[in-house]
């Protein structure tokens, strides 16, 4: 029986170190979530007014479901627009093949072109950008997004899901990609009691 619970720990040891999509959290809904469109939500575009008064977009990207969960949640306690951002081409529905692909577009820093239309994002005061933490930092089509208009002046809110990352490098490295923008510290959004304070502290 310690046997068995000492290969159990290994593996669960094994996947954090390899940092794959959305991580270790949630890893078994990963495998069925990625090929089920049970759980997809609905874009909410025309409606970017928040609860806060101010104009709200949550826009994330979630392959295996678990951003996607955080999403909605934010979504429904701060209201304002929601959008979901999707490669043109998806990744695989398997969650190794997906860890080779996002590991070549990260080393090779590319912009996956994105399924489209995207928002008109100059409408917005606050965009929360969620996105689960591949390779140490946001996904490549997360920086396709924010790169595909100016977001001069605009704040940015990252919350991310991860197994074993922080989400600190992440910010870091949007905070490089877009210096004119207002990138605020982010939350690691795996606790999802943490929420509340997180958008109270930015006025939301």
């Not at 469109?37 to 025309?46: A, C, M, Q, V």
């Not at 990744?91 to 008109?120: F, I, N, S």
């Not at 140490?136 to 990252?158: C, H, N, R, W």
């Amino acid at each position: 029986m310690k046997r068995i619970a000492l290969i159990v720990v290994l593996i669960l040891l094994a996947v954090v170190a390899y940092k794959g999509p959305d991580s270790l959290i949630g890893l078994a809904k990963m495998s069925r979530s990625a090929s089920s469109e049970t759980d997809r939500l609905e874009n909410i575009l025309g409606q970017p007014e928040g609860k806060s008064g101010k104009k709200v977009l949550v826009a994330y990207f979630s392959w295996g479901g678990n951003t996607r969960s955080v999403a909605k949640l934010i979504h429904d306690k701060t209201g304002g627009d929601l959008f979901e951002i999707k490669k043109e081409t998806a990744y695989p529905k398997e969650y190794k093949p997906t860890t080779d692909v996002g590991k070549m577009e990260r080393e090779q820093d590319l912009r996956p072109k994105l399924a489209g239309p995207l928002p008109d994002l100059k409408q917005y005061d606050v965009i929360l950008l969620g996105y689960p933490i591949w390779w140490y930092i946001e996904p490549m089509p997360v920086k396709t997004f924010v790169e595909a208009q100016d977001l001069s002046g605009k704040v940015i809110l990252p919350f991310a899901t991860s197994g074993g990352s922080d989400i600190i490098d992440s910010v870091n490295d949007l905070r490089k990609t877009l210096p004119k923008a207002q990138v605020k510290d982010g939350l690691l959004a795996n606790m999802t009691g943490r929420i509340d304070n997180w958008l109270k502290e930015n006025g939301l």
